[in-house]
């Protein structure tokens, strides 16, 4: 039901969003249309993150006759692998917000609580983004919400998911995988196991894949090392006004609740804060580092949305609460 609730929210805004087609903002999709095309003279960094561009294609393969006639006559570019990737990706961000609404339940909250804490990110803008567009997203955030609830809730099988699904969704679950090895419940001979067998599997494929298509195996690695110069750069610019403006657009009214506890209790922070576990400082930090490492850092900040959408929730029960004492 919440999964079906999920796409229900996210499939308007998505579909007005591929309709547009405006791709200016997200250089990243000619990468995936083109892997989708398997070409993969694309970039270095992202030629590997090919789950979704394949799934895509195989729709596309199965069903794009039928998707080209659908078509809008002004939509510039190919509808049917534009429409291919809409579905994936609407699919998998839908199932990222299941995930964040069963980590909201993990604290005990209400449905009522964890479904408005859900909407925060269904209602995102870029979450409408990731759902539309040739991207792959909607995979690294379904791989970020099944390693907070995996740690959370002690479930073997989600890290396992995390530890094997992670490397081939996107590179930064490096930045990932620590939570995994000094907060998970597993031992941790086993998970550096699973993760050298992990890496093994990840490194197998881009070597392969390089192999393929004639591509220098370390221009990957030399491409991920280049991201390092723009930590100084964005070091000095990630507390100017336009850019905590944009962060805080991830977030927009929604922001109005915990202010407004806040405001009515101030002991709300401190014991909402308490609330949370201790890991998820690390997170911040691991999801602050990738923000500094990327050209777009509100873009990167939206990897926080499992917390925020907790964070939300923890302040729709108090507001709740004290209406119900009215």
Known sequence: MIFWLCLAVIAGPAIAALFANNLTYYPDCKTYLGIAHFDFNQSPVRRYRVIIPFAAAALNYISGGLFARLSPSYFDGDFSMSFSFFIINSLLTA???????????????????????????????????????????????????????????????????????????????????????????????????????????????????????????TGSIRADLAHLYLLKHNARKLFSFYTLFKIAMNIGLWGLAPLICWVRRPAWIKESVSSLDKYLAWFVLSVLFQMLLSGSMERMFYLAMPLICVIFAFSVAELKSKIQQV
């Not at 000094?182 to 390089?210: M, T």
């Open 95 to 217: 199932w990222a917000g299941q995930l964040i609404y069963r980590y909201c339940k993990s604290f005990g909250l209400d449905k009522f609580s964890s479904i408005s804490g859900t909407l925060v990110f269904l209602t995102c803008r870029y979450t409408a983004a990731t759902a539309a567009y040739p991207l792959v997203d909607s995979l690294f955030m379904v791989v970020v919400a099944i390693t907070l609830l995996g740690i959370k809730l002690k479930n073997t099988n989600l890290i396992l998911t995390a530890i094997f699904l992670g490397p081939f969704a996107k590179e930064s679950f490096i930045f990932i995988a620590p939570l995994i090895l000094f907060f998970s419940h597993l031992p941790k001979l086993k998970l550096l196991l699973f993760f050298a067998l992990s890496g093994i599997l990840v490194f197998s494929f881009r070597y392969g894949l390089d192999a393929l298509t004639f591509k220098p195996f």
